[in-house]
T-cell receptor, first 115, second 112 residues
Framework: DVKVTQSSRYLVKRTGEKVFLECVQD?????MFWYRQDPGLGLRLIYF???????EKGDIPEGYSVSREKKERFSLILESASTNQTSMYLC??????????????FGQGTRLTVV | QKEVEQDPGPLSVPEGAIVSLNCTYS??????FMWYRQYSRKGPELLMY????GNKEDGRFTAQVDKSSKYISLFIRDSQPSDSATYLC????????????FGSGTRLQVQP
């Protein structure tokens, strides 16, 4: 059974803290993604990676960084958490491009509150 | 103009109704068209996908794509309370970045 696991369901952090969100997938997928989901805004892409040690900025990378040291693990880092980063964070993975295969598998999400 | 427009709802219908969910998009490079379903406090899951204009049916669900109008729809027949969820349209293109572009999602409530 396909699985993407995020390390925490709920997190509460203080403004200015450095925050790590961890994501692990067991499908040997090359591509991994971090999205944030906010009411009325849908899913917005923060960063993605299609190989170990490679990363690409998405639409809203400011205030975030990522790390991919192993194929199965993709970490999202909030360098200095701010209240406007309070959100639902979703990790996803997918197989490399091939015709007809565009499915992304999502984790259960991490609800982060910054106070 | 936003790349993808989707009515956020909420949409409330009685059990057994036919539901129509829609998205419009502006990027003509999109080649793959998907619908994801997201239950409360869960991650989205792929419901249907297609890459051509026309209709694709899977049980009670029909995905419709009109590339000339840049418009996609999801129809749900005989809707059930278990269909209550947020439905997100998603788009993908083979060129450029290998990431899905999502609509904002429509929240659907099917009343028993």
């Amino acid at each position: 059974d396909v699985k993407v696991t995020q390390s925490s369901r709920y997190l509460v952090k203080r403004t200015g803290e450095k925050v790590f969100l961890e994501c692990v997938q067991d499908m040997d997928h090359e591509n991994m993604f971090w999205y944030r989901q906010d009411p009325g805004l849908g899913l917005r892409l923060i960063y993605f990676s299609y190989d170990v040690k490679m990363k690409e900025k998405g639409d809203i990378p400011e205030g975030y960084s990522v790390s991919r040291e192993k194929k199965e693990r993709f970490s999202l880092i909030l360098e200095s958490a701010s209240t406007n980063q309070t959100s639902m964070y979703l990790c996803a993975s997918s197989a490399p491009d091939r015709i007809g295969n565009t499915e992304a598998f999502f984790g259960q999400g991490t609800r982060l509150t910054v106070v | 103009q936003k790349e993808v427009e989707q009515d956020p709802g909420p949409l409330s219908v009685p059990e057994g109704a036919i539901v129509s969910l829609n998205c419009t998009y502006s990027n003509s490079a999109f080649q793959y068209f998907m619908w994801y379903r997201q239950y409360s406090r869960k991650g989205p899951e792929l419901l249907m996908y297609t890459y051509s204009s026309g209709n694709k049916e899977d049980g009670r669900f029909t995905a419709q794509v009109d590339k000339s109008s840049k418009y996609i729809s999801l129809f749900i027949r005989d809707s059930q309370p278990s269909d209550s969820a947020t439905y997100l349209c998603a788009f993908y293109m083979d060129t450029g970045r290998r990431a899905l572009t999502f609509g904002s999602g429509t929240r659907l409530q099917v009343q028993p």
